[in-house]
């Protein structure tokens, strides 16, 4: 079996598990083909200065969404929005139906001009994309939040405070929404992630959690 055929098979398998969680996900919805046009347009249009977003997790990130369609998207630490954009391909940004409220958020400008100009190449030129710590943003907007992705990197506090990046932002989020952070497999994140896992395990605010070892990187899925 090839890696691609592999990467599907992994996906296809997590996202079973997680229906069986939260039968609301509409497994039915997986589409591989759109993927690959999807990956096109994005590997085609997007400046990618780096990324630890790999293969497998892009494909997660993409069906997730596609599962899930998610109304109102937010990426706490967007960077030059690589991440993000799989969520908003598998959310269906131009389809039909409610329209879809994108907000990114980092400290970096000049990743955020490069994020700016990539969503421009695929015709979102409604998204927000704001300079402020994640853990200070003040959410505005009248929208509850489906999915929540969290991929904040200080350098010199790393991911300390993915706890108060999800505190901040829980008031906003909709029953059912999807809280997905970033790096939790990763070995030098290990206790930086410490306080976030206590909080999301050991408090009745979430109805789900789990580490997802994906690749090095890994992802931690929450259901609020």
Same mark, same amino acid.
């Given at each position: ?23 609301h ?23 990618i ?10 494909r ?8 899930k ?12 929005g690589?991440?993000l ?27 955020l ?25 003040? $959410?505005? #907007?009248?929208? /509850?939040? !489906?999915?929540?992705f &969290? ?13 108060n ?9 909709a ?32 109805? $789900?959690? #789990?580490?997802? /070892?994906? !690749?090095s990187?890994? &992802? ?5």
């Open positions: 079996m090839d890696k691609l055929a592999t990467y599907e098979s992994i996906i296809e398998l997590i996202i079973e598990e997680i229906h069986g969680i939260d039968n996900l509409n497994k039915d919805t997986m589409n591989w083909n759109e993927f690959i046009r999807f990956s096109d347009l994005i590997h085609d249009s997007f400046i200065p780096s990324t630890t977003i790999s293969p497998v997790m892009r997660f990130l993409y069906m997730i969404a596609r599962c369609q998610p109304v109102t998207i937010v990426a706490a630490g967007v960077y030059t690589y991440a954009s799989w969520m908003v391909g598998g959310a269906g940004i131009q389809a039909p139906g409610k329209k879809k409220f994108i907000l990114g958020i980092d400290t970096d400008e000049n990743a001009t490069v994020c700016r100009n990539n969503y421009s190449t695929i015709g979102l030129t409604d998204g927000v994309f704001e300079k402020q710590r994640a853990q200070d943003y003040v $959410y505005k #907007a009248n929208k /509850p939040i !489906d999915m929540l &969290i991929d904040i990197d200080d350098p010199i506090s790393g991911k300390v405070d993915y706890e990046v999800l505190k901040n932002f829980y008031p906003f989020l029953d059912g929404a999807y809280v997905l952070a970033h790096d939790s497999n990763e070995r030098k994140f290990k206790t930086d992630f410490q306080p976030y896992h206590r909080y999301v395990y050991n408090t009745k605010l979430f109805s $789900y959690s #789990a580490v997802l /070892p994906l !690749d990187c890994g &992802i931690t899925l929450t259901i609020k």
